[in-house]
């Protein structure tokens, strides 16, 4: 990897292994880059450490999406899903443990996969991506079960909603759809770009990120990053950030977003802002809380850069891993 | 002793006092004979009087009665002395006793019997003071006798030094004379036997040297003095002979530089054959001649150049320039050319004829002048291109900083007066720049001259580039000189590290050479807002491009530095100032971009580095907008895409079209994202695009699919 690659790396995803010592990130180039928190974070940490302890290349494209189970470390890069065994990676050997591919009907282009997330309650991988449809793959079995279908451009983000078994998207269309996964269909559709509180239209419609807390939802892109009532199915708060919001999370009466502009933007519920705090990438593209472990409790945020800052406190950048 | 043969022998005491009552009897009788003698001799004697003069006073006063205690005293044995003395005393001590009885008795005083025993006790007591008088004597005689030897002892003690001191000189004369060394000792002489050998017999004398030692040396001088004379008579004759033969050569020398005109003319006449048939013999062996006077390093590189030259390269050729008559007087003797010394001894002589005049100013301008000096000769190498362009490169040795510098010039084949921002491609300053990575030529190579500098002032070396020429390492190497930094001498002159290096720098130094010839052309056609796109290159691009190079300008580093959207690039320390940088516009309607262009010196090896900044709805660049962030990669990382034909010469201007094309198509998605609600579109969209956006940071689509035409992502 030359310089001129690392300056215009940028990193899409990230994921913390289970037991909470490693850091996995994807970048646009294909690569995962395994990162050892415990020696990063350790009180004799040296340059060194700060680099990634296993560098492999899992794609060909991309990798947007980066998912860990108690097992393996999943990756989803253009059109396909790979598993990768933590216990493997930890001993510095990457090999996928299994690839698969959603069936696509476009042959064109290979559609990418925008995210993922487990349903735990029956086991299964959500993904939504390039094709605009929400796949549901059995973990059990590795087979692709269902298909939801509905929304008119590509997915961005995804959510769920245990308690109510709904799978929440939002996509490029601008819409949030709710779905019942059992049955299969949409039971809810909100356009948010159709709320005048929420509407950006010098940015767009888009929905780019999505996060739920029981009846809480936020959601943010081209419209401005807002909260949502989903019992009443109406925006209560709208936070005033500038630029789309790519991720954004709850934490402990907080909200952390992430997007457009060099910072991290810390967000009460009432809907004001409460902080920015600068750090390396011009924009950033994803934000994680290892929240597993008590020992490295740490977010991590990544963007346009081949940086990924590291909060010990939330309210400072402490240091940054570099690929 | 006396003392207790009195004690132990108390019988014989009534014998004993008998004797002695007989000596007092005497005694008395003497010196109640002449008592008034006696008395005056204890007058004379007191007055100081020696027993010699009291006699001869006495002598003269009275002639026959004569008293002389001293004669009395050598006639008394001084043992009976004491044995009277002894029974003296006991008697005095009885006759005491015995009055003290009669007194006790009653005895009246003045009875007779006292009386009595009153007189013997006073002739005893006269007779004490006698003893005591003799006794006094005799100590005096004693101590006189003891002074008298004592003087006999020192007189002879004072002879004894004498003669000891004398025995001391004596001794030590003999050492001297012991030690005295003959001039003779220095000579060598030949050997005894060989002495004998060789010597006439009236010389070595066998008969009386044999058992002499001081003749046979006597001899063998005389017999070396012989020698010598003969050998100085036969050293004269040599030299005789010497001039003669002098003489001779003179004669025939002048015979032969007679026929030096002639020979010339022949020379002369067969030039003209020698170049039509091609075959410059006579060019070669002049270069060998003017080759004996240069200096290693040099004279390395034009054994490997030529060589090289001779076996891979034919358009190569080296050439020798400068004043080979100074380089003459340099290097003698001619023997010590390639020693260093010489060059160092030589420098140390001019050093002092400078210093003698002169103020302190001008003498460290003079030392620097003289640190800086360059060897009288230097190596030409020209380099030829397929197109008839030439790179004259010019090495120089400077003697006492032992490193080579190079000057460059390229004599093109068209004329190249068209481009103003390609002025600085054929700078002679730059040209060679970073040939190898970092490699600048500013500071001088040799870890040794620092130290140089510092005494005669110099701060740093690339003040004087200009004019001396850059010290690049790959041209240490070609003249075989190695500076490892750990170890500060210079270990000699390798070919070996010259001949390693020659293919790979002359293979660099061409590809320079066309790399900056090939900018340059396509520079002039930049400058008229053209981007060349050669037909190897087309697929690369879709037919029709809308957005246009508008303006193609050189920058200085100062300027670039101060642009606000290459803050990345600097920080990543992309950017050297070794490096050119060029601003160019590429326009579409009312969309502006401006891309910064970092042009490394390797170029092509090393890919030009864009930095975007779009003037359009308010100014965006690669680090607020991810789409412009795209582009930029899209320009700079794919290289291998762009670079066209080996050796990639067109990189720079197919990176350039990208960037219009790329242009064209961040505006047409871009207008159809926004809602185009306000007015008519600026951009209709033209380009063929799967999906306008992708992804979470929603990138568009910059890949151009060459046969099917259309755009996608990456």
Known sequence: MGPIELLHMSVFSQSFSPCGRFLAAGNNYGEIAVFSLSAALSPDATDASQKPVLTFSAHEGPVFSL??????????????????????????????????????????????????????????????????????????????????????????????????????????????????????????????????????????????????????????????????????????????????????????????????????????????????????????????????????????????????????????????LSF | MPLSHSAATPPSLKLDTETHKFDQKKLIKDMSSDPLKKRKTKVIRNDGGTPETKRLRGDGDQDVRTYNEEVELESR??????????????????????????????????????????????????????????SHMRLKKARDQTHEAKQKVDVLHLQLQNLLYEVMHLQKEIGKCLEFKSQHEEIELVSVDEFFKDAPAEISRPHLTKDDPHQLTLARLDWELEQRKRLAEQYKSSLCTKEKILKGIELKKEYLSSLQPGLQAIMQASLPVQEYLSMPFERVQKQAEVARHLPPPLYVLLVQASAYGQACDKNLSVSINGDVDEAKALSRPPEDSQDDESDSDAEEEQQNTKRRRGTVGVQLDDKRKEMLKRHPLSLCIDLKCKDGSVLHLFFYYLMNLNILTVKAKVSASADLSGAISAGELLNPESLLNCLYASDDGQETPNPTNRYQFDKVGITTFADYVSELGHAYIWVQKLGGLQFSSDTPQVEGVHSSLSASHMESTIKLLRGRLLARLALHKQFSSLEHNIV????????????????????????????????????????????????????????????????????????????????????????????????????????????????????????????????????????????????GSEGPIEFPREKMCLRSVRGPNRLKPFKYNHPQGFFSHR
């Open chain 1, 67 to 320: 998912l860990s189970t108690d097992m393996h470390l999943l990756s989803a890069g253009n059109g396909e899903i790979s598993a990768w065994s933590w216990a493997e990676l930890g001993k510095k050997n990457p090999k996928a443990v299994w690839t698969k591919r959603p069936e696509y009907k476009s042959s064109l282009e290979i559609p990418e996969i925008n995210h993922m997330i487990i349903n735990s309650r029956d086991n299964s991988l959500v993904v939504g991506g390039g094709d605009n449809n929400i796949h549901i793959m059995d973990m059990e079995t590795g087979t692709f079960k269902s298909v939801l279908q509905g929304h008119t451009d590509y997915i961005h983000c995804l959510s769920l909603r245990e308690r109510e078994g709904e799978i929440l998207s939002g996509a490029e269309d601008g819409a949030v759809r709710m779905w019942d996964w059992r049955m299969g269909r949409s039971v809810h559709c909100v356009e948010i770009y159709k709320y005048k509180e929420c509407a950006r239209p010098q940015y767009g419609k888009w929905i780019s990120c999505l996060a739920t807390d029981s009846d809480w939802m936020l959601c943010g892109g081209g419209p401005a990053l807002s909260l949502w009532h989903l019992r009443s199915m109406s925006p209560t708060s709208i936070f005033s950030l500038s630029g789309s919001q790519r991720e954004a999370v709850f934490h402990q009466d907080l909200i952390y977003a992430v997007g457009e502009g060099p910072h991290v933007s810390h967000c009460l519920l009432g809907g004001s802002v409460k902080a920015q705090i600068p750090c390396t990438p011009s924009s950033l593209n994803t934000l994680a809380l290892n929240l597993g472990t008590t020992e490295h409790r740490v977010m991590t945020v990544a963007g346009s850069s081949n940086q990924i800052d590291v909060f010990t406190n939330f309210s400072y950048r402490a240091f940054s």
């Open chain 2, 77 to 134: 044995d001084p043992e009976q002395d004491y044995t009277l003395y002894k029974n003296t005393c006991e008697a005095l001590a009885t006759l005491m006793g015995e009055i003290q009885e009669l007194k006790a008795s009653g005895a009246k005083e003045g009875s007779v019997e006292v009386e009595t025993k009153r007189r013997q006790g006073c002739s005893h007591f006269i007779t004490l003071k006698k003893l005591n008088r003799l």
């Open chain 2, 532 to 675: 060349p796109v050669s037909t190897e290159c087309q697929h690369l691009f879709p037919a029709k491009v809308v957005s246009r190079l508008a303006r193609w300008t050189m920058m200085s580093y100062e300027d670039f530095l101060e642009l606000g959207f290459v803050q990345h690039v600097v920080n990543a320390g992309l950017v050297r100032e070794t490096d050119l940088f060029f601003m160019a516009t590429v326009e579409r309607g009312t969309a502006r971009l401006q891309a910064a262009v970092v042009l490394n010196p390797r170029y092509p090896e090393i890919t030009p580095l864009f930095s975007l900044s779009l003037l359009w709805k308010g100014e965006r660049s690669g680090r607020t907008d991810d789409n412009l962030r795209a582009l930029e990669s899209e320009v700079n990382v794919f290289r291998s895409e762009l670079q066209g034909p080996r050796p990639g010469l067109q990189l720079l201007t197919n990176q350039i079209q990208r960037l219009c094309v790329c242009l064209d198509v961040y505006l047409e998605t871009e207008s159809q994202v926004c809602d």
